[in-house]
């Protein structure tokens, strides 16, 4: 890879009370997983996305970047292709194992389209996975520089540390300088998959004027981007002109970077867009590739005062004429959703995907529930997240505590990740997938018998909940008190409930021994 200006470092080492294990598949590829040690002699193996940073075992050397993963085939055709000729791929029988679910039924979900395997032939560094409803539910952190802050090297550690706290994909928003550097350095170090869009780097190229842009200008850079490695892309190709004076009346108008531009261009020229009308094109191009698509919602609401308006639904009928076409072509295809949604909205969302793009999975930027919290948008969205999720939505896009008001750094990164995967795993537990509960019921259970260790190892960021604990009760008797700072020893329900238990225990016991003291008889005498 090209030398960067600034020296690129990133947080290594397990995650704390965990360590990094692989399941061995017959190919050679290894399926990793994050074992939580448990101070009982017990453990809990989770699902991971930090590929080898959080391996101890491990010789990082960004600038080489990751080594490639066995069973990577090029030129047999794409995931759906293969699936549809009822063949198990080395990605599939991957994705089996990591989500303890057969083989047959990732094949299955992947020939009907109900879900996608984002693994570009090129990118053979990252760690396979799927989005689907019928698997967990995946979230997405958006990373990037602009055209006034970041740098490679900034970038680089983003990727590794939301994946370190659960991204399962990536996305390189990049639109200020050194674009293609920065993907290429993400992509080679990237163990999940990644994605862009390509607008953003056609518009770099015309100095930031969409008038000037043109199709082929637009389909070099996405071979460019698909020789690179990139595992899927957002085309915004179902911002059609005819809907453009349907958004007029809206409160806050197109507020897609990706929607503005092409609206942009064809107000200019006058013309139906270059994304639509070369659509097929397209297709054949990431079909080569096998890159799957993210069909934007460049129409999507960006108020709660236009959720769900005609602008947003028309666009969404178009983006299912495409989904027929692109699967046609055997390109992997999911759509992209809202926005900012009140919540009695959401579930109408899901319904109309499902039914206009033939069960494509649903990729929602949460969505925002309100619009009166800037700088907890994090929270905002997450509620919505978690409701579109457990309706059906396959993958989640975080949204940080710097929505709509600045780049995001490392800090806010983190936070994204983690309310995103509060929401994803709560609609995981409401869907019953399989590994859900698991994890619920072993830091449950460590809770109540006062295992303070297991219950810091346990949660999605063991650093910080140790931190709160023991910003009260620092001392290390207090990792075996069984109460903590909230009540204090005297009001803790669950010391409480374990004294009613015990003497419940106890109780019976008594009564038990009392019963064979009197020969185990049903009915005594009465006695005067």
């Known amino acids: 890879m090209s030398v960067v200006s600034d020296p690129v470092s990133v947080t290594t080492g397990p995650i704390t009370g965990s360590s990094k294990v692989y399941r061995g598949l017959p190919d050679g590829a290894r399926v990793p997983f994050r074992r939580v040690h448990l101070t009982t002699g017990d ?25 490639a993963r066995p069973g990577v085939v090029r030129d047999r055709g794409t995931q759906l292709q293969r699936a549809r000729n009822g063949e198990i791929t080395a ?10 679910l057969p083989a047959e039924l990732v094949r299955d979900e992947v020939a009907r389209g109900r879900a996608v395997i984002p693994a570009n032939h090129h990118h053979p560094e990252s760690e396979p996975m799927i989005i689907g409803k019928a698997f967990a539910v995946k979230v997405n952190a958006n990373i990037g520089n602009s055209a006034v802050t970041s740098s490679v090297a900034e970038e680089v550690d983003k990727m590794v540390w939301a994946t370190r706290w659960g991204a399962d994909t990536i996305m390189d928003l990049s639109t ?14 990237s163990p999940v998959p990644v994605g862009t869009v390509p607008i953003y780097q056609a518009l770099e190229k015309v100095d930031g004027d969409p008038t ?13 981007q698909c020789e690179q490695g990139v595992d899927y892309m957002t085309v915004h190709a179902g911002v059609l002109l005819r809907y453009i004076p349907l958004t007029v009346g809206r409160v806050t108008g197109i507020v897609s970077r990706g929607g503005s531009i092409m609206a942009a261009w064809m107000l200019a020229h006058h013309t139906e867009s270059f994304l639509y009308t070369h659509f097929a094109e397209l297709c054949e191009i990431l079909a080569r590739y096998d890159v799957t698509f993210s069909l934007g919602d460049g129409l999507r609401p960006g108020s709660i005062a ?3 308006d005609e602008a947003q639904f028309a ?7 495409l989904t027929a076409i692109a699967k046609a072509h055997g390109v992997q295809v999911m759509i992209e959703g809202p926005g900012h949604v009140p919540m009695q909205k959401i579930v109408e969302n899901v ?31 997450a509620i919505g997240a978690a409701i579109i999720a457990q309706a059906g939505t396959a993958m989640l896009c975080y949204v940080t505590p710097k929505e709509h008001l600045g780049l995001p750094d490392r800090s806010d990164v983190k936070t994204g990740v983690i309310a995103y995967k509060i929401a994803a795993h709560a609609a995981d537990l409401a869907k019953a997938h399989p590994r859900a509960q698991e994890r619920d019921d072993a830091l449950s259970t460590a809770r109540f018998e006062f295992r303070w260790h297991d219950q810091f190892a346990l949660s999605l960021d ?3 909940a140790r931190e709160f604990h023991d910003e009260t009760l620092p001392a290390a008797p207090a990792k075996t008190a069984h109460f903590c700072s909230m009540c204090g020893p005297k009001f803790c329900s669950m010391r409480i409930s374990h004294d009613v238990r015990d003497a419940y225990e106890k109780g019976m016991a008594d009564k038990s021994q009392e019963f064979a003291d009197h020969g185990n008889r049903i009915y005594l005498p009465l006695t005067t």
């Open 43 to 67: 453990h809990l193996d989770l699902y991971d996305t930090s590929g080898p940073y959080t391996d101890d075992t491990a010789t990082i050397d960004l600038a080489a970047g990751l080594p």
């Open 91 to 100: 990605e599939m029988a991957f994705i089996a194992e990591r989500e303890g």
């Open 176 to 189: 200020g300088r050194d674009i293609h550097l920065t993907r290429e350095w993400i992509l080679r170090n």
């Open 212 to 224: 000037r842009l043109t199709w082929e200008m637009y389909r070099d850079t996405v071979i460019e």
């Open 306 to 308: 236009d959720a769900n």
């Open 315 to 321: 666009e969404l009928r178009t983006l299912g004429e």
């Open 351 to 381: 319904r109309l995907e499902e039914e206009l793009c033939d069960e494509a999975p649903f990729y929602t930027l949460g969505p925002l529930t309100t619009d009166i919290a800037p700088a907890y948008d994090h929270i905002t969205s």
């Open 462 to 464: 063991p650093d910080t």
